[in-house]
């Protein structure tokens, strides 16, 4: 896999095409990644084979490896890509906030929610980073780290305007994306919740969990 410019941004070679940070058009995948990600999903990274893969997506092997290398290039291409969206989105919510402390913090919360549930299928896939090899892990621990430097900054902002009130703005950081994370879960389609109404709930959570005093400015419906 090809290593990363040092000093360019993680997301830049991740970026697609987003017109709004609410809008989540179905995932569409090329037939591999596509197969990839439901063997994935269904026997977990250390059981499935490139064969498996291969099987599923109705390609031959040497297909997949001239595309992708080998099994771990199709669990990058599949984390990167996700976690590259999730990053891509959130700073479109954060910009949308016009600098409005409150209302960063609650669309960038809102956003990642909503990358939780509607991309619940890749987004879940984060707990397999444990098989990346290290220059791999490296270069997907920085896609990650730049979201956390995104929320981090907005609440240690707000705790220094005194909005907030956090013993540790790294730790409630932390704690918070965990929170974010662990939707994916048990969340399901058919469940009695829309991904906006889940997003709702856990801005609201996270808005108590850093003793805001107030609320964001309320959305206005689009027609």
Request: contains cysteine.
């Amino acid at each position: 896999m090809a290593s990363m410019t040092p000093g360019a941004d993680p997301a830049s070679e991740h970026e697609t095409h987003i017109d709004e940070w609410r809008a989540f058009a179905p995932l569409e995948l090329p037939p591999i990644l596509a197969a990839a990600l439901e063997n994935f999903r269904e026997h977990g990274y250390h059981g499935t084979s490139v064969r498996d893969v291969a099987r599923r997506a109705g390609v031959s092997l040497p297909m997949i490896y001239y595309r992708f290398e080998n099994k771990q290039g199709l669990l990058v291409a599949l984390l990167e890509s996700a976690m590259g969206e999730v990053l891509q989105r959130a700073r479109q919510a954060d910009k949308e906030a016009d600098g409005r402390v409150l209302d960063r913090f609650g669309n960038v919360i809102e956003c990642i929610v909503l990358h939780m549930t509607h991309r619940a299928a890749t987004a879940s896939l984060d707990s397999e980073l444990r098989y990346l090899e290290p220059a791999n892990r490296k270069k997907y621990a920085a896609l990650r780290k730049a979201l956390e430097e995104l929320l981090l900054e907005i609440i240690a902002e707000g705790a220094a305007e005194g909005l907030f009130e956090v013993d540790s703005a790294t730790d409630t950081t932390r704690a918070l994306l965990g929170m974010c994370q662990a939707v994916t879960g048990w969340y399901h389609p058919d469940g009695p919740l829309t991904p906006e109404d889940i997003a709702d709930r856990y801005a609201g959570i996270a808005l108590r969990t850093v003793g805001a005093r107030v609320r964001p400015t309320p959305r206005t419906p689009k027609m």
